[in-house]
Each structure stands twice: as C-alpha cells, then as structure tokens.
C-alpha cells in the first residue's frame, strides 16, 4: 500500500478571520465550501507538492451560539462520522490537530490494517459542495486510535477537490509539507499503530519516531508540540509562525 500526504487539518473559530491572517504571512486562500451534513465549512491554501492546508470551521446551531466555542461544540450532536471525529478536536481550540492521508484502494487499504490488528472505521462516503456548485466526493477511513491519521481516497477527480495551477503560487514561496510533528501521549503504541497502518518500520530516537512518506516525514514524539514544517522556494520568507494555533515553520 501507498501513502502521501492529503492535508493537515487547522482548526478554526473564524474562517474568515484565519483566511486573513493566513494571507498576512503570504499564503493564498482559496474558498473551500461546506460539508455535507452542514456542520463543518473550510478554507484551503493548495501546495505545488500536492498537499494543503485546510482550515476548518464549524457552523455553530442557532442554539448554542451564545455559548463559548469549545462549550457549544461539545454540546453539537454530529450526524456524520467527520462530524464525531472533528468536533472534539474543534473543542479543543484552534491549530493543527488532524492530519490526512491519500491512499489508492482504500477498502484494501482498510482490510490490511485490520488484518494487522488495527482497530479502522470505514470507509464512509464524504461530500462537499464547493461555491461554484459543484459537488466534490471521497470515502474516509478514521482508526479508532485518536493519535493516528485519518485515511482518503477521491471519489470524484481530486482537480475537483485540490485546486492545482496558481492557486498553489504563494506570495511567501511555500511550496510543500517537508514535516509534520505529531506531539502524542502514549508514544510506544502510537508508534506501533502508526506501522501497522503504514506498513513500514520507524526510525526510532528516543521518544522520537519518524516515518517517511515520499519526500515528506511524519514525526511521531512526546517532546515537541504538534506543527508543520513547510517547505520553501530559495527566495520564500523563512521563519516560525502562529497561524490561528498552529505552528508553521517555513525552511
């Protein structure tokens, strides 16, 4: 089985607040749409790699909305499997507290990791109508281990849920995922879920492990905070950044 980055999920209050905070360190934010089920709406900013960034925002009910977030998201009763994975995440607060990955022949994909004794949901069908109106399909898989990545494979052409072209152009020169820190608990079991999952050993420093996917690492670790490092062109602008909670490094 194969697998490569698909997107890492950020977390927001405000979509439209975090698209310009994003735009002020030199992404481009190109409009996303709402999920089916009308809970969750997001945001993307599209890599030449061909992953993304996706901020994800909650259509909080009329009912809750006088509540702080985290309280109104916990008191939301989701009616999708995304909606029951995402809203603890969301109640958590803002920043980069998901991670996807896009594989080919997930139903095989899934078989395999029960096989290997992982405990996998799925595939569900998820939707997703853009602004221009046109629908966008995958299936999903989640592990029932929190710490692991969700799985996802396009239904529909995946140009139709990844804009590609200049949408992938930023003014800050970011042009890839070059790592993702994945700061867990209980580190020895992630570890191991994450092969079973994967299929491949880890390279294991400490309370350090990584895997590589392609050309970008997952890095599995008990001793930093989860964030992305993204890769920049020789002229991007280099440094850390706060983006919305998430921890963006550009090198």
């Known amino acids: 089985m194969t697998f ?21 360190v030199g992404f481009q934010v190109t409009p996303g749409g709402t999920h089916a089920g009308g809970l969750t709406k997001n945001a993307l900013i599209p890599l030449a790699d061909g992953a993304y960034l996706e901020m994800l925002a909650f259509n909080i009910p009329e009912m809750h909305r006088d509540l702080p977030h985290a309280e109104a998201l916990r008191a939301v009763s989701g009616t999708t499997p ?48 853009r602004p221009d109106g046109r629908e966008v399909e995958w299936e999903l898989a989640f592990p029932k281990d ?29 042009t890839g995922i070059g790592e993702v820190v994945v700061q867990v608990d209980r580190f020895r079991r992630t570890v191991t879920r994450y092969g ?41 602008a280099l440094g850390v950044h706060e983006c919305r909670g998430a921890r963006i490094e550009m090198v």
């Open 146 to 174: 929190p710490g692991l990545p969700f799985l996802i494979e396009d239904v529909t052409d995946r140009g139709l849920r990844v804009p590609s072209g200049d949408a992938r152009k930023h003014p800050n020169g970011v």
């Open 4 to 24: 490569s980055i698909d997107h890492a999920v950020i977390f927001v209050e405000d979509l439209s607040e975090a698209r310009t905070d994003f735009e002020r």
């Open 196 to 236: 079973e999952l994967l299929g491949l050993d880890a390279r294991v420093d400490g309370r350090t492990a990584s895997f590589r996917l392609s050309d970008t690492v997952i890095m599995i670790t008990t001793e930093r905070e989860s964030s992305l490092r993204l890769r920049a062109g020789p002229s991007g």
């Open 82 to 129: 995304m909606d029951h994975r995402f809203l603890p995440r969301g109640a958590e607060g803002e920043g980069f507290r998901d991670l996807g990955l896009v594989t080919v022949g997930i139903r095989e994909v899934v078989d395999n990791a029960r096989s290997a004794g992982l405990e996998i949901e799925g595939p569900f069908p998820g939707r997703r109508m």
